[in-house]
């Protein structure tokens, strides 16, 4: 019996102590397979990162980056769009693999044979990736966006209605009408020049305010437009616009990108009562502006989602047109006799101007009102039209975005074929296309204002390769749908300020041309706007009230 206790008592001592024992070695064991996992997943995710995504050898080179891991994305940021014409430059090939760290490849095309392919592949999509940072991007919820592409399962895609929208609103009646409703508003300003002149501290600055209300009135319509009368919602907007690449991160947009953040929830502040009150619907508002505001209504968008969206109108519209027309003036008042021989041929689209012995000067004695046929100039003055291409040329440093959707090979005009693989992004840099000197000669980074007249020598190829490396809207299905707005908008601002202005004091060697940090055409650099200036009528022109018309 006594044996059999003491069996007992030690079984009760023994069990505790392999409990616990059994408990340590578990928890050790526990904690040596944890520590090992870890350290394995670390090295998987360093080599990974290190390594990169694989690359098949019938890919596009690869260009490694000169600084390990990082380096093509410290490129990007500290050369913005030149990064690309520096990888070209030190390697001239026509397209390459560039490996991201952990991510998927990128590959970049320079040829301008190969952009035209890949902008037209019905093998890639535009819309992924630019579709994934619309969240970050303007601040709309990931669900809404879900509905918007038919995700949600309630839903079909967006995408297509929206195309054809662009399709419909930006093009005849449409577009002349949002076309002249912004003209109003600049001959507003250029009729209420008075003898001494407008001075003007900043070009750029002054353009930015006036010719994004001129756009915001065409678009949103006069009385309940959101962008109004003072600068405030408009800064706001170029605020927003400056902060995109920060924005796009979305790494504590509040903190990272403040004024972004801020000026955006301006420009949203601004919009909601818009939508709210529904004056989208109301007759004095662009075609555009309405059938957006069905299409997401019909797809149930809740209004705050609606007016969060929308601040992508007036950024698609202004972006770009605002640092075009900069250039525009700029080059054309500081290229000695330029604006003599742009008078010469935009006269005589003017009917008062046509005189018995020759075209006029100045107007007629007692001429009130001088009208300026937009349609008109592009085919008849190839000058003004040629220097507007070129001006684009130069400020354009757009990045086209396709994702490849399934593997694909594509030819260069050489016969090469390279494989591109389904799921890596494609980016297509304008900028290397618009200022490669074997396309455009040796004088490619400089304003050549004739650069895009008939090319005299009749060379049928060189015409060719130029035509097909001038991509500042981009091409294929998703082609600037508001290419026509943005030229008709210039070239009649133009045609204006030279008959009847003159801009004095723009000073040429304080003009210099930033590059653009998302792929927008290029603004000055600040401080470097070419110093201030004058607008002030000419003689003899001194009481026309200027208007527009189709
Ligand atoms: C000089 C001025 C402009 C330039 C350089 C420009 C350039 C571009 C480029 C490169 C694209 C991308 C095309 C692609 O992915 O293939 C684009 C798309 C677009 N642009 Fe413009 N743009 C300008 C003016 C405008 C204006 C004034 C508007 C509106 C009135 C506008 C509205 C749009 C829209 C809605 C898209 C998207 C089209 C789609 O995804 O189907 N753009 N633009």
Redesign the pocket.
């Given at each position: 019996m006594d044996s059999l206790n003491m069996a007992v008592s030690q079984w009760r001592e023994y069990v505790p102590r392999w409990t616990e024992c059994m408990f340590m070695f578990t928890q050790e064991t526990y904690l040596f397979t944890a520590t090992i996992m870890a350290l394995l997943g670390t090295t998987i995710f360093i080599w990974k990162l290190i390594s990169g995504p694989s690359h098949d050898s019938r890919e596009p080179p690869l260009i490694k980056p000169t600084i390990p891991l990082f380096g093509h994305v410290l490129g990007m940021v500290t050369q913005r769009m030149s990064y690309f014409s520096t990888i070209y430059e030190r390697h001239k090939v026509p397209i390459a693999t560039l490996p991201f760290p952990g991510k998927a490849n990128i590959y970049v095309i320079f040829s301008a044979h190969m952009q035209q392919i890949a902008?037209r592949s019905s093998s890639m999509v535009?819309n992924e990736r630019t579709v994934e940072l619309i969240p970050r991007l303007f601040g709309v919820k990931k669900k809404t966006l879900l509905a918007w592409l038919g995700r949600d399962g309630i839903h079909e895609d967006m995408t297509p209605s929206m195309?054809k929208l662009?399709g419909s609103t930006?093009t005849g009646d449409s577009l002349n009408d949002m076309t002249l409703k912004s003209l109003d508003e600049i001959s507003d300003i250029l009729n209420g020049i008075g003898e001494t002149g407008l001075h003007i501290d900043n070009l750029f600055m002054w353009l930015r305010y006036h010719v994004s209300h001129a756009v915001s009135v065409a678009m949103f319509g006069k009385r309940h437009n959101p962008y109004g009368n003072s600068t405030e919602v408009i800064d706001g907007q170029w605020d927003f616009e400056a902060d995109l690449g920060p924005l796009v991160l979305g790494f504590l947009p509040a903190i990272m990108a403040r004024r972004g953040y801020l000026g955006r929830a301006k420009v949203h502040e601004a919009l909601r009562p818009y939508y709210e009150g529904n004056h989208d619907e109301e007759d004095e508002v662009s075609d555009?502006v309405k059938a957006r505001g069905q299409l997401f209504r019909k797809w149930d968008t809740p209004v705050d989602q609606l007016c969060k969206n929308e601040i992508s109108i007036m950024l698609?519209?202004t972006t770009?047109?605002v640092p075009?027309m900069f250039w525009y003036i700029a080059h054309v008042w500081t290229t000695p006799g330029l604006v003599e021989e742009l008078r010469a041929e935009v006269a005589p689209t003017i009917p008062c101007l046509l005189g018995p012995d020759g075209i006029r000067k100045t107007p007629p004695p007692g001429t009130k009102e001088i009208t300026i046929n937009f349609t008109k100039l592009d085919p008849n003055c190839p000058l003004l039209a040629s220097c507007y291409r070129e001006v684009?040329r130069l400020a354009?440093q757009?990045l086209?975005f396709r994702r490849v959707d399934t593997d694909m090979v594509i030819k260069d005009s050489d016969g090469t074929s390279y494989l591109l693989k389904a799921g890596n992004d494609v980016i297509i840099p304008a900028k290397v296309v618009h200022r490669n000197r074997d396309t455009w000669g040796q004088d490619a980074e400089g304003f050549n204002p004739r650069r895009f007249l008939p090319d005299p020598s009749g060379n049928r190829e060189i015409d060719k390769l130029r035509k097909i490396s001038f991509v500042?809207?981009?091409?294929?299905?998703?082609?600037?749908?508001?290419?026509n707005?943005?030229s008709s908008e210039n070239v009649s601002v133009m045609a204006a300020l030279v008959l009847g202005f003159e801009v004095e004091g723009l000073d040429k060697d304080n003009l210099r041309m930033e590059d653009s940090k998302m792929g927008q055409?290029a603004k000055p650099v600040a401080g470097h706007e070419g110093g201030p200036c004058v607008i002030r009528r000419r003689r003899g022109w001194e009481h026309v009230e200027w208007k527009f018309a189709k």
């Open positions: 902008m535009a195309v662009f930006l555009l698609a519209s770009n047109t075009t684009i354009s757009i086209t500042p809207f981009g091409g294929g299905r998703h082609y600037c749908p508001g290419r707005f943005a055409a």
